[in-house]
């Protein structure tokens, strides 16, 4: 079986906010989809990012959110990976450019992102290798069973990141029956 690379993993839908935008507006966005990070964007084309580190790093300046624009405080290193970039190739260039998100990206075209939680959520006390494989199968074509190896067949959502037993494949994502419905 081949590596799992971030087009397994990788978040399709993710937030974008743009250059002129307030922090403030930047925040009620984040707050509203529930994410800790946003892509900042000029038109399709990303030129960083903003954090809840950079929005609180702002609060502690004592600047204003309403006023202060999305430009003046975001990250311009938008760090980037192909989405064949194995999961260990995620965390070294996590460590490297001290980044919570990594945007996917093959030429010009963003694909999704992956963030320090998702990664650590989808890899943390998975099975390696063929194991990987064969519980990702169980857990969509028979959620209510567990593994020889006794790990869970609990899997994540691709839409909201969450655990679930009934995932269900809906237009190439795994999705839970709370995404189903949206």
């Not at 250059?19 to 030129?47: F, I, N, W």
């Not at 450019?97 to 694909?111: E, F, G, K, Y």
Request: overall charge negative; aromatic content about 2%.
């Amino acid at each position: 079986m081949a590596e799992l690379t971030l087009r397994d993993v990788m978040t399709r839908d993710f937030v974008g906010v743009s250059e002129s935008d307030t922090v403030h507006g930047a925040v009620t966005v984040m707050r509203k989809e529930g994410v800790q990070d946003a892509v900042v964007l000029r038109g399709r084309e990303p030129v960083g990012t903003i954090t809840a580190g950079d929005i609180l790093d702002l609060l502690v300046e004592g600047k204003d959110t309403e006023t202060t624009t999305v430009d003046e405080v975001m990250q311009r290193d938008v760090p980037t990976l192909g989405s064949d970039a194995a999961l260990g190739d995620v965390a070294t260039k996590m460590l490297s450019t001290n980044s919570d998100l990594i945007l996917v990206a093959n030429n010009d075209d963003v694909l999704g992102v992956i963030t320090a939680s998702e990664l650590a959520r989808y890899t943390w006390g998975r099975p390696d290798g063929p194991e990987a494989e064969r519980a990702v199968e169980e857990n969509v074509t028979n959620p209510n069973t567990t593994t020889e190896e006794g790990y869970s067949n609990q899997s994540i959502c691709e839409a909201c990141g969450s655990l679930s037993r009934d995932l269900v494949n809906v237009n190439g994502q795994l999705l839970c029956p709370d995404c189903r419905e949206m």
